[in-house]
């Protein structure tokens, strides 16, 4: 059983389209990130959120923390073919733990 | 330049065979992390190491042994490869324990 259950898995949408991903979990993290991953290549980090209710923007993406610190979710506008990638999410718990991740491809 | 390497990039190895995934990272960060990624499951931690001859267990340890004799080295050993440990690898380190991992490229292990 994931400690971190992310969905969908896998999400296939048109170029402007909006869409959002979950990152769900029965515990509290002291800190929850999301990183992006292409093929070949490690995951790379989009954001940290630390507090609770704390929304964060990155240009098209906005995350945001649960007010309990044990979800999260990432929304992105307008989507364009550069964010395909698979979007994981980490939280804190003594050590990172990861979700599966949401596999998006973005058609133009 | 800094960052984090892993070598090799591809391995095929028989069962039964040992094989070493090698890590260097050239931040100084005190962490560093073996992270093991399949279909279905993300990435699952195999052990971490807080600093130099400091390890411990993560999510998924059996089958596997760490060192960390050097800080900037953290190497990964499968004593004798299953064909279950057929996966991608992924190091990591942070600063901080909570700190944002910076990721290697992966190994992509092959086990026949």
């Known amino acids: 059983t994931q400690l971190l259950e992310q969905s969908p898995q896998f999400l296939s949408i048109q170029e402007g389209e909006n869409l959002t991903v979950y990152c769900n979990s029965s515990s509290v993290f002291s800190s929850l990130q999301w990183y992006r991953q292409e093929p070949g290549e490690g995951p790379v980090l989009l954001v940290t959120?630390?507090?609770?209710?704390e929304v964060k923007k990155l240009k098209r993406l906005t995350f945001q923390f649960g007010d309990a610190r044990k979800d999260s979710s990432l929304h992105i506008t307008a989507a364009q073919p550069g964010d395909t990638g698979l979007y994981l999410c980490a939280g804190d718990n003594n050590d990172m733990r990861f979700g599966a991740g949401t596999r998006l491809t973005v058609k133009p | 330049d800094a960052g984090i390497t892993q070598s090799p990039r591809y391995k095929i190895t028989e069962t039964g065979r040992q094989v070493t995934l090698m890590c260097h990272q050239t931040?100084?960060?005190?962490?560093m992390f073996w992270y093991r990624q399949d279909l279905g499951h993300g990435l699952r931690l195999i052990y971490y190491?807080?600093?130099?001859?400091?390890?411990d267990k993560g999510e998924v340890p059996d089958g596997y042994v760490v060192s960390r004799s050097k800080t900037e080295n953290f190497p990964l050993t499968l004593e004798s490869a299953t064909r279950s440990q057929t996966s991608v690898y992924f190091c990591?380190?942070?600063?901080?324990?909570?700190?944002?991992?910076?990721f290697g490229n992966g190994t992509r292990l092959t086990v026949t």
């Open positions: 959120v630390v507090t609770g209710g």
């Open positions: 990591a380190s942070s600063e901080y324990p909570d700190s944002p991992l910076h």
């Open positions: 931040w100084s960060h005190s962490y």
């Open positions: 190491s807080a600093a130099a001859d400091i390890t």
